[in-house]
């Protein structure tokens, strides 16, 4: 089981590593196109050393609390958790880089704190997984830092499991879209959920 364990774990620090190469390397793009509408103080704070500031100190928050959850679990329930993690943790995971790469150029980061920043020929993307919910990379986020928690156990993964900040978010995204896109924004958001697929579509 040990074994087992240890491999879920390494092919899940692997999966999450080309993830953040995704992220990043739009995050690069984004700071070369043209600015556009923006919300809050995003114009002024959502650049590179802000970037790489608040980058730092989350990331340094994550090796703090990379600790074991004082658990002692029996040989059964770790099979369920590695089981149930897994089937949560992975899809997570290709379902954020599957978002980050249908957003393609219109990728950027946007803050609950500091606002929204769109581009001067923004456009808005509504096909691959965000046909099927407004948010897929959150939803991915979720997903994955749930069974992450199942995986990994440790207080890294208690804390990036508050979503009240990808909430906030999202609420600041839809703001500063339905601001931009107006009639299309109000139609989409009528047609596709935030966050949980409608499994059973009226006919």
Known sequence: MDAVEQWVRWAGAVAVAVVLAAIFAGLARAS????????????????????????LAYFGLCFILWRPLPLALPASARIAALVVGSLLYFPGLALVLWARLTLGQMYNVSSGFFGVQLYANHRLVTHGPFAIVRHPMYLGISLASLGGLLIYRTWTLVFALTLFALVVRARREEQALAAEFGEEWEAYRRRVPGWIPRILRRQ
Do not use: E, I, S
């Open 32 to 55: 070369r196109r043209p600015r556009g509408r923006a919300t809050g103080q995003a114009r002024a704070f959502l650049r590179w050393p802000v970037y790489v500031l608040l980058g």
